[in-house]
Nanobody, 130 residues
Framework: QVQLVESGGGLVQPGGSLRLSCAAS????????MDWYRQAPGKRRELVAR???????NYTDSVRGRFTISGYNADNAAYLQMNNLKPEDTAVYYC????????????????????????WGQGTQVTVAS
């Protein structure tokens, strides 16, 4: 069974930096995309950054220029380097991998890639405060 585990969150002052990691285990022969999401209290989960197999990346406007996503290394780990952090970045951060389905022990949905399985980690808390 595929499992994702985030780490690297914590308390940081405004202007500081954190590097989040997503460790993956299980069968992951193909990964369409590696995503980082975040969810603040009382708000919907939002897509923060995405990286594709080609190396192409995309960022939500509020983090562009401050955050950098990387992934697709030998261990299928993903990372999110966060610089110049702001209080509004405070949230639980989740990694998410999109993979072909079947098999799927995560969340199934039809995407532009075809039948897709979404795997989520449990999240890591990032708090930006002085």
């Amino acid at each position: 069974q595929v499992q994702l585990v985030e780490s690297g969150g914590g308390l940081v002052q405004p202007g500081g930096s954190l590097r989040l990691s997503c460790a993956a285990s299980g069968r992951l022969h193909t990964i369409y995309a590696m995503d980082w999401y975040r969810q603040a209290p009382g708000k919907r989960r939002e897509l923060v950054a995405r990286i594709l197999r080609s190396g192409s990346t995309n960022y939500t406007d509020s983090v562009r220029g401050r955050f950098t996503i990387s992934g697709y290394n030998a261990d299928n780990a993903a990372y999110l380097q966060m610089n110049n952090l702001k209080p509004e970045d405070t949230a639980v951060y989740y990694c998410n991998y999109l993979t072909p389905a079947p098999p799927c022990t995560g969340d199934y949905w039809q995407t532009e890639y075809g039948p897709t399985c979404f795997y989520w980690g449990q999240g890591t808390q990032v708090t930006v405060a002085s």
